[in-house]
């Protein structure tokens, strides 16, 4: 098993910033891939990012230009740094780990005011 625990999230104003973090703990030797997906009220779960082992990353259209994720191996921990957020961008942003299995973690709110 792999447990995900996010952090980060808030009410930001329009065009600022917020620094979500999700911590792997468990079977972490399992996983290939981290990422973020997001689902708003009354639309599907959607990736945002997502960043492999080796450090490759894939982000959505929306996210491009704006939304940078990281990984710290030794930490266990992905990121995701998120700049010039849009009211769009409010949703409730969940991690995920995959490798034998995909993981998910509780999510965490991120609400944006205009």
């Known amino acids: 098993q792999v447990q995900l625990v996010e952090s980060g999230g808030g009410l930001v104003q329009a065009g600022g910033s917020l620094r979500l973090a999700c911590a792997a703990s468990g079977r972490i030797f399992s996983i290939k891939v981290m990422g973020w997906y997001r689902q708003a009220p009354g639309k599907q779960r959607e990736l945002v990012a997502e960043v492999t082992t080796r450090g490759s990353t894939i982000y959505a259209d929306s996210a491009k230009g704006r939304f940078t994720i990281s990984r710290d191996n030794a930490k266990n921990t992905v990121y995701l740094q998120m700049d010039s957020l849009k009211p769009e961008d409010t949703a409730v942003y969940y991690c995920?780990?995959?490798?034998?299995?995909?993981?998910w973690g509780q999510g965490t709110q991120v609400t944006v005011s205009s």
């Open positions: 995920n780990a995959r490798g034998e299995r995909a993981y």
